[in-house]
């Protein structure tokens, strides 16, 4: 279950390089904050994972 959310990190990384870019600053934004939100539901997930059996 932890993969998951490790590629989901992975994920939302790849959109953020591999992103083509626009010269349109909404698309460019919106891209990053996409990237951004992938990318922190998989970290929130890791670290519920990784952390729930301490408490």
Do not use: E
Request: charged share 10%; aromatic share 12%.
């Amino acid at each position: 279950m932890m993969t998951n959310y490790l590629l989901t990190m992975f994920v939302g990384f790849a959109v953020l390089v591999m992103w083509p870019v626009s010269r349109d600053r909404f698309v460019r934004a919106s891209s990053r904050s996409l990237a951004a939100i992938v990318f922190s539901i998989g970290l929130v997930g890791f670290m519920s994972k990784l952390l729930l059996p301490v408490a």
